[in-house]
């Protein structure tokens, strides 16, 4: 499979700048108690991720997580203590908007409540927004077998001549064939991992263990994967504290 890793893609939101949102802060601060007010600038000056529980009580945490200055801090938070941890930890990471960029590749995406269809949220209890971190990497097994069952298809299908059936299916067919062809090439294609394969592996493994260890999750509630059995990734899902992360597991 041939992964694209250029980054072309817009932000959902810009995501405000420090000085920005030390300034709102101010003029919220009738608002806010003295403990909310010591949260939300150690969160601006990125002390810690807003995702953790043990710096905030659950009933504070669902006042502000009603307030506008709230998710703009938290939003600015995700984003650049992700960048930062990244750097200092020797992954080249770099925000820009709302997502964190790595080798041109994007890392971290975060989406924004707004940009969430309502029954979403209702269903999932989600105050905040999305985080999708994509890992890459690599199964010998499962690229093996995924091989064996396109190349299992491809030779159903030649077993099988189209002769008296219906244009229509003959076309289908074709398509179908035409399918299971280019999976397989894309899979030989990569029977080998280039320099680059190996280093966005590399990477982004280091950086999920960085990040999920930052915000404290160790294990997932949910997994899904694409309807067929023989895919090229999964996704492992937290909700955690009005947020929902996700790992998009990408197999080469």
Request: with cysteine.
């Amino acid at each position: 499979m041939v992964i694209n890793y250029e980054e072309k893609e817009t932000p959902v939101l810009e995501v405000s700048k420090k000085e920005e949102l030390i300034e709102q802060l101010k003029w919220s601060k009738k608002r806010l108690t003295p403990s909310m007010i010591e949260y939300l600038n150690a969160l601006i000056e990125l002390e810690f991720s807003v995702i953790r529980d043990e710096y905030i009580s659950p009933a504070t945490r669902e006042v502000l997580q009603d307030l506008e200055i709230y998710k703009k801090i938290a939003y600015y938070n995700i984003v650049s203590r992700a960048e930062k941890l990244l750097q200092e930890n020797g992954v080249p990471a770099v925000a820009k908007g709302t997502k964190v960029v790595c080798y041109g590749m994007s890392y971290l995406t975060f989406l924004n409540l707004e940009a969430i269809d309502e029954n979403y949220k209702t269903n999932h209890e989600l105050k905040t927004g999305i985080i999708t971190l994509t890992h890459i990497t690599r199964d010998e097994k499962l690229h093996q077998k995924q091989k064996e069952h396109f190349a299992s298809c491809v030779e159903s299908l030649k077993n099988n001549p189209y002769q008296g059936i219906s244009i229509s299916r003959r076309r289908a067919q074709q398509k179908e064939m035409d399918y299971y062809n280019r999976m397989l090439t894309n899979l030989t294609a990569v029977d080998e991992l280039t320099e680059q394969d190996q280093k966005h592996i590399e990477k982004t493994t280091r950086a999920n263990e960085i990040l999920l260890r930052d915000y404290d999750i160790t294990s997932f509630d949910k997994e899904t994967t694409p309807e067929s059995a023989y895919v090229y990734e999964k996704t492992l899902e937290k909700s955690k504290n009005g947020f929902i992360v996700k790992d998009n597991i990408r197999y080469l």
